[in-house]
């Protein structure tokens, strides 16, 4: 069973930089390198929506348009981590933050397709 903590959100001025983590546990390191790691976010009274995705094994990054530029996915495979960096940020940008874990090692944009979730860590940008 895959366990994923998310920490790092918070309140932030509008241009601020926020930096989120996602440590997982519960499996190897070798099993970990098969997963795939997204990174999505729901605001209040809005569907759940992508973010980023990285893959575990080669560093592949997969951005929504909305972040593209301002964001940066990254991990650390020896803390079994995963963050997120997130630069110039805008009130539009607030929400709960997930991280979640694809065993299909595909960098899915799509929630369902995703395996494991995190509990979400709140993000709140003034303006």
């Known amino acids: 069973q895959v366990q994923l903590v998310e920490s790092g959100g918070g309140l932030v001025q509008a241009g601020g930089s926020l930096r989120l983590s996602c440590a997982a546990s519960?499996?190897?390191?070798?099993?970990?390198?098969?997963?795939?790691m997204g990174w999505f976010r729901q605001a209040p009274g809005k569907e759940r929506e992508f973010v980023a995705a990285i893959s575990w094994s080669d560093n592949n990054t997969r951005y929504a348009d909305s972040v593209k530029g301002r964001f940066t996915a990254s991990r650390d495979n020896a803390k079994n981590t995963v963050y997120l960096q997130m630069n110039s940020l805008k009130p539009e940008d607030t929400a709960v933050y997930y991280c979640a874990a694809d065993l299909t090692a595909i960098l899915w944009t799509t929630p369902s397709n995703y395996d494991y979730w995190g509990q979400g860590t709140q993000v709140t940008v003034s303006s």
């Open positions: 519960g499996l190897t390191f070798i099993t970990f390198s098969r997963y795939a």
